[in-house]
Nanobody, 119 residues
Framework: QVQLVESGGGLVQPGGSLRLSCAAS????????MGWYRQAPGKQRELVAT???????VYADSVKGRFTISRDNPKNTVYLQMNSLKYEDTAVYYC?????????????WGQGTQVTVSS
């Protein structure tokens, strides 16, 4: 089974930076989309950013220009560089991988890492 392990969360002040990492292991196809979602207390889980195997990226409007997603394909690792952090960025951040083969898709989730922005 596919496993995702996140790291890099923590407590930062507004305007600070963090870099999240997620390493995937198991049966990961070479063609896939990796990304980050987050869930704040009392809110639904929402997309933060995704990146395909080919490097195509998608960002939520709320983080565009502040966050940068990247990946290291040989290591099956995805990163999220978070700059200019705001209070509203506080959430549990979940790593996600989607593998699509023909007409089927499989989704995998990490356990999450807490990001807290506080003064």
């Amino acid at each position: 089974q596919v496993q995702l392990v996140e790291s890099g969360g923590g407590l930062v002040q507004p305007g600070g930076s963090l870099r999240l990492s997620c390493a995937a292991s198991g049966s990961i196809a070479s063609r896939n989309t990796m990304g980050w979602y987050r869930q704040a207390p009392g809110k639904q889980r929402e997309l933060v950013a995704t990146i395909t195997s080919g490097g195509y990226t998608v960002y939520a409007d709320s983080v565009k220009g502040r966050f940068t997603i990247s990946r290291d394909n040989p290591k099956n690792t995805v990163y999220l560089q978070m700059n200019s952090l705001k209070y509203e960025d506080t959430a549990v951040y979940y790593c996600h991988v989607r593998v699509t083969i023909v007409w089927s898709a499989s989704d995998y989730w990490g356990q999450g890492t807490q990001v807290t922005v506080s003064s």
